[in-house]
Each structure stands twice: as C-alpha cells, then as structure tokens.
C-alpha cells in the first residue's frame, strides 16, 4: 500500500470509526428528543402570547410542527452514514440518497398538516392537494427503495484486488473533503437562512435550506468518483449505472426548486430511474455470469 493510501485509510478511520458512529448516533437521539422539547415549548409559549414573531412561523403555529426538529436531527446523521458509505459502491451510496430524500419528503408532512384547511372541501386548497402530495410520494418511494435495495443485493460481493483498494482509497480522499464541505455549508445556509428570517423578515422555504446546495455538492462528488473509476474500470454497464445514478441526484436535486405535484413526480422519477437502471444492469450481470 502506497504512503498516501495509508494516510488516507488511518484519517477516515478515525473520522468515521465505529466509537465515532456509536457516539454521533446516541448524541442524535438525545439531540431530538430535546430538540422536540423545546420546539414545543416555543409553540405553546408563542399561543399564550409569551412572545411575538416579526416573521412568518408557520412551524410555531401548531403542535404537530414540532416533529420536524427530531426528524431535521436525524437526516443530519443519515447525511453522515451517506457520506461514511459513499467509498462502498455508487449503488450503496445512491440507496442513501433516496432514503435521505424519502425522510425530507415525511419531515415535509409534518409541515404540511397544521396548513390543512378543513373549513372548505377537501381538494379546493392547494395546502390540502400538498399533503396528498406528499403521502402518496411516500409511499410511492417506500416501495421503490425497497425493490432498489432488493436488487442491489443480488450478486455477491468481488475479492478487492490491488487495483479495486486504490479506487477505494480515492473514494475515500472524496468522502472527507465532501464532509468538510458539508460541515462548513451547513452553517452558512443556517446563518443565511437566520439572518434573512430576524433581519430582513424574508421567509425562505425551509425545506430546502441547506439540502439544495448539499445535493449539488454531492451531484460534483459522483462525476469526480465516476471521473476517477475510468482509470479502473472499462466496462459499459458499469459506466452507464454509475452515470445513470448522477442523473438520479441531478433530479433529485432539481426536485428542490418544483413546487407542487412536480416535485413529487422528480423525486419519484429519479428513484424510478435508478431502478430502471440497476435492474437493466443486473440483466446484463446475469448474462456475463451465465455465459
């Protein structure tokens, strides 16, 4: 093993080791449950009038909104495991995202259930249409995943040749950077989020805060991963899988900036093609296997 191979697996070992994961996971559930506690402290606090929001706090308004901090929480950690797999396999790597994006989408229900309208029928408000939206796109993605990562798991694993720990090693130079970037975006977008909120009373979408500019970084990550398996792998499945799944974080991604119905059907989409895809490629897998 060269020198920088070395450095790199000594440094991602201590990153993400397990005492590492054992102490992020318990901190998480700790974290939510007083993350839970004080959000719904600050709604009842804001319904007796203790005090007055100079801004739109549609998460202040009713008790349910307080699910969205626990589950903000644990999509920080699931970012965490996303990154920790992302030297594995894109398939891995990809079957994090969709879980990621299936959990922004039920964190989204909780938002969308204290705007229901109930006063007019059902499907007169577009509040109302956003949460059938939403409940059927989870659905939807809860059965999509789980054919994905059924499918993922049908051929056994390769013995990891000289060649293959390289390709590992550089995988794993992209995952710590990915997370420094990640780190240090997180707290740009909350501080910008912040800041436009108390400041300039400017109400962004705060489902998107901080997930856009992840995505993106994380659409750069793949190209530089797939860009780097060139020098290891040849073989058209395997560079139409790997560039297909890109595509499915670039809808993913896109997916941000729809409103409505269409951001459902992208999210949708983009497991649906990785499924496609993964599914064509097993085929072919099969047929060299069996040949």
């Not at 901190?27 to 100079?54: C, E, Q």
């Not at 390709?167 to 780190?183: G, N, R, T, Y």
Request: proline share 3%; net charge positive.
């Amino acid at each position: 093993m060269k020198k920088w191979q070395s450095k790199v697996e000594y440094l991602f070992e201590i990153v993400f080791s397990e005492k590492n994961q054992k102490k992020l996971e318990k901190a998480t559930l700790w974290l939510s449950i007083i993350g839970f506690i004080i959000h719904l402290l600050l709604i009842y606090a804001k319904k007796f009038d203790f005090f007055v929001t100079p801004f739109e706090a549609g998460l202040l308004n009713n008790p349910i909104s307080a699910i969205y901090t626990p589950f903000t929480i644990i999509l920080i950690y699931e970012i965490y495991l996303l990154v920790l797999n992302l030297p594995r396999s894109f398939t891995t790597s990809v079957s994090k995202q969709f879980e990621i994006i299936s959990l922004i989408l039920i964190r989204r229900i909780f938002a969308d259930i204290p705007k229901i309208d109930l006063s007019n029928e059902w499907f007169s408000t577009q509040a109302n249409m956003q949460l059938i939206y939403d409940v059927s796109g989870v659905l939807v993605l809860y059965f999509l995943i789980h054919l994905f990562n059924k499918g993922r798991l049908k051929f056994p694993n390769k013995p990891i040749s000289p060649k293959i720990k390289k390709f590992v090693s550089s995988k794993k130079v992209v995952s710590l950077v990915l997370l420094f970037i990640l780190i240090v975006m997180s707290f740009t977008s909350v501080y910008n989020w912040a800041n436009n909120l108390i400041y300039k009373h400017i109400s962004a979408d705060i489902n998107a805060v901080f997930y856009n500019e992840f995505f993106s970084a994380l659409i750069l990550a793949d190209v530089f991963i797939l860009l780097l398996s060139f020098q290891y792998t040849e073989r058209y499945n395997q560079i139409i899988r790997n560039t297909g799944f890109i595509i499915c974080t670039i809808l993913i991604r896109l997916s941000f900036g729809a409103p409505g119905l269409t951001n459902v059907v992208l999210i949708i989409s983009s497991v649906l093609f990785g499924l496609l895809i993964l599914s064509i490629y097993n085929l072919s897998e099969k047929n060299i296997i069996e040949e």
